[in-house]
T-cell receptor, first 113, second 114 residues
Framework: GEDVEQSLFLSVREGDSSVINCTYT??????LYWYKQEPGAGLQLLTY???NMDMKQDQRLTVLLNKKDKHLSLRIADTQTGDSAIYFC?????????????WGAGTKLIIKP | SAVISQKPSRDICQRGTSLTIQCQVD?????MFWYRQQPGQSLTLIAT?????????ESGFVIDKFPISRPNLTFSTLTVSNMSPEDSSIYLC???????????FGSGTRLTVV
């Protein structure tokens, strides 16, 4: 079945770049998303990429998509303490006449001073 | 993007009771989704709620346990019935806003069953 995998933890120093990786198995995905969840909060859509793109940049965020390898990454430049959160990747895949989201388990980003 | 108001934000409930969670959206949306996020885990879709029809439940979730109402295009409720400690989770509602947009989430309801 469909599967999305992420590392559970990533630790980086403040000011460095963070790269969070995600792999998926369903090649019919149309969109891929990155969500951020801060402690005790809901999910915030950070960015998304259409499946026919290979890169998208939005301020400190860079999304890279390697469709051949089914690999998605989120790079956060100049990581700040406010970036501490769990980051979820999700892919949107067709299901019957509709769509479904397949979620990764989330990567907890830990910022070291 | 849509703004979702979800209530309550948290609750502590006795086992055997029921809790109804409400989500109000500031714009009309066709589909609303209800998710469960168990401690330390990812999101699991409970059901999809379309206005004017019965909700579609995912495998492992049944209407008797999680009845859903969708009376109009801006509002939905999820009830967690006959609760047990295993129902302790965060429950989130979400809306999709068309194929070119992502999904927006409510702030979640943190439920603890004692």
């Amino acid at each position: 079945g469909e599967d999305v995998e992420q590392s559970l933890f990533l630790s980086v120093r403040e000011g460095d770049s963070s790269v969070i990786n995600c792999t998926y198995t369903d090649s019919s995905s149309t969109y891929l998303y990155w969500y951020k969840q801060e402690p005790g909060a809901g999910l915030q859509l950070l960015t998304y990429i259409f499946s026919n793109m290979d890169m998208k940049q939005d301020q400190r965020l860079t999304v890279l998509l390697n469709k051949k390898d089914k690999h998605l990454s989120l790079r956060i430049a100049d990581t700040q303490t406010g970036d501490s959160a769990i980051y979820f990747c999700a892919e949107k895949v067709p299901l019957s006449s509709n769509y479904q989201l397949i979620w990764g388990a989330g990567t907890k980003l830990i910022i070291k001073p | 993007s849509a703004v979702i108001s979800q209530k309550p934000s948290r609750d502590i409930c006795q086992r055997g009771t029921s809790l109804t969670i409400q989500c109000q959206v500031d714009s009309q949306v066709t589909m609303m989704f209800w998710y469960r996020q168990q401690p330390g885990q990812s999101l699991t879709l409970i059901a999809t709620a379309n206005q004017g029809s019965e909700a579609t439940y995912e495998s492992g979730f049944v209407i008797d346990k999680f009845p859903i109402s969708r009376p109009n295009l801006t509002f939905s409720t999820l009830t967690v019935s006959n609760m047990s400690p295993e129902d302790s989770s965060i429950y989130l509602c979400s809306v999709g806003q068309g194929p070119n947009y992502g999904y927006t989430f409510g702030s979640g309801t943190r439920l603890t069953v004692v």
